[in-house]
Each structure stands twice: as C-alpha cells, then as structure tokens.
C-alpha cells in the first residue's frame, strides 16, 4: 500500500525558517552521483553548506564534491561526525556492514537514513544498533529535481524524523511513504527502475525515426521532444492514460495503425514481465544481503 505523500508537509519544511534555526547537520556516508543530487537539492532549498558533511574516501570525488557544492569533507571517520543529527548511508550495499563499523562510535544517536538497495530495515537497524532507521529508494531524476522516493520507516522513527526525510528528498521531486521493505521493492522495480524502461522506449523510438529517414540528431531531438511533451500533458490533466491515448487516435488514423502493431507485440505484457523481473530480483538482492 502507497501512503498519501504530504506535501503542505514537504513544502512547509523546505520553506520555513524553523529549519535554519533548528540547523540541523547532515552527515552523508559516500559522496556519489545520488548523493551529490541531494546534497545540490538541499542547497537549492535553503540550506547551508555548512549543515553538510560528507565522508569521501576516494580523493577526487571529495575534492569534486568540496569544490563543486562548498560542503564539508572528511576522508576518514573523525570526531566532526558527532555533529551528525542525520545521517545519509549513500555506500553500495555489499560494503554497508564494513562501513558502518569505524563510524558508528562516533555517532550520536542520529536518524540513520538508507538509500542502499536490498538492505532491509531490519538488517540496517542490527547493523547501525539503533531504531531510527528509514530505507529510502530515491532514482535518478533526482539529478534534474524531477526525481521520486519511496521511504518506509521503523517504529523508532518520529514524526518529526519523517518530516526532515520529507524535506530532504523533497528537495529533489517527489516523496511518499509506504508500510513495510517489501513495498520498497515494489519501489525499486517501478520507480528505482523506471527511468531504464523510458529510457530504453525512448531508444527504440529514436531508432524507429532513423528508419523512417531523420539523421540520429533529428530523430534524437524528436523522440526526447514527443516524450517530454506527452508526459507534460499528462502531468497537467488527470484524466487516465488511456483517454490521453485514445485522444491522438482517432479512428481508422495514423495513430491507431501504429497502437495496434505494438499491441500485436504485447508491449503491456512486455511492461508487466519487466516489472516482475526487477521485483524479483529487488527481493533476491535483500535475501542475499540480509544474512
């Protein structure tokens, strides 16, 4: 079950003043792609570089990091993450354990916040030795502030806690909650995986423009464009899906001559057995992980 997202919520955090003078700090754990995205969110939408630490070992990518976004960097565990009232695990999964034990005795009780993928809260809450845990799936529009996270909380988790995690990723798209890490596996093949299947459409749709005669440019520029702008539509009309499509088709026309061919090839059952795969392997991955 999805959750209803609050956005007066999300917006009233990103917003207000009560979080600059709260100045609560960051600590994130990996100063990746996905974490830089948030990092730059949060810096669009009010907060202080120096509210931000980031634990980066790798020393081109603290240096990018540090000088790209003016946050603080750390290249090994120290006493500044005592500091730490949130802190963002943005490490690949299979290193999570090795990670968490240098900097766990230098924390202090923060809200531990995951964007690890397959690692379930329960494993994360033995791990870290704390019930202040959310697992976040955020994807990759993030970078562009277009993204979607799906968060699922433990117990310990206030309500308080849930609004700053709001407030975090809503400051690079979207946010909802939902009940339980087998719903985030449902997340992480939908909208973690998600933008691979548009991507991979949209592909095939430029493909199909050069057969018909555009240079790759043109086709590039056509498919991106014709996407963008149907999706733009939708995005402003709630009417389903369906009526938007039947809208362009009318009968006996161009538009209904190309559905039809990608019916003949089950494009919905290709879709649905995509979705599946990706869910099965989400939860093969948490198995594998939480050992």
């Known amino acids: 079950m999805i959750l209803p997202y609050d956005k007066e919520v999300g917006v009233a955090l990103s917003q207000g003043n009560d979080q600059a003078q709260a100045a609560p700090v960051l600590a994130f754990i990996g100063g990746g792609q996905m974490a ?9 939408s009010g907060w202080s570089p120096g509210q931000v630490l980031v634990l980066e070992p790798n020393d081109a990518q603290r240096g990018k990091v540090g000088s790209t976004l003016g946050v603080r960097t750390l290249a090994g565990p120290d006493g500044n993450l005592r500091e730490a009232d949130v802190v963002v695990w943005a490490v690949k999964p299979q290193v999570m354990q090795a990670a968490i034990g240098p900097v766990r005795p230098l924390l202090q009780s923060p809200l531990h916040i995951s964007i690890c993928a397959g690692l379930s809260t329960g494993t994360l809450s033995r791990w870290l030795a704390s019930e202040r845990v959310i697992r976040a799936m955020p994807n990759t529009p993030a970078l562009v502030g277009a993204g979607v996270t799906g968060m699922h909380a433990m117990p ?14 809503g400051s690079t798209g979207m946010t909802f909650w ?12 939908v909208s973690g995986s998600g933008p691979g299947y548009v991507f991979e459409f949209v592909a095939a749709f430029q493909s199909a423009a050069e057969q018909l005669g555009f240079s790759e ?20 009309d709630d009417a389903p899906l369906a009526e938007h499509r039947d809208r362009v088709a009318s009968k006996g026309g161009t538009t209904e001559a190309g559905l039809e061919m990608l019916s003949r090839h089950d494009l919905l059952g290709a879709m649905q057995l995509s979705a599946a795969a990706a869910y099965r392997r989400a939860q093969e991955l948490s198995k594998s992980l939480d050992q």
């Open 36 to 44: 830089s995205a948030l990092m730059e969110g949060l810096l669009r």
């Open 156 to 169: 310990g988790v206030s309500a308080s806690d849930r609004s700053l995690a709001e407030s975090l990723f």
């Open 178 to 189: 939902v009940d339980s890490d087998e719903r985030i596996d449902a997340v992480t093949a």
């Open 217 to 236: 440019r043109q086709a590039r520029v056509l498919a991106l464009r014709t996407a963008i702008g149907a999706l733009t539509l939708a995005a402003h």
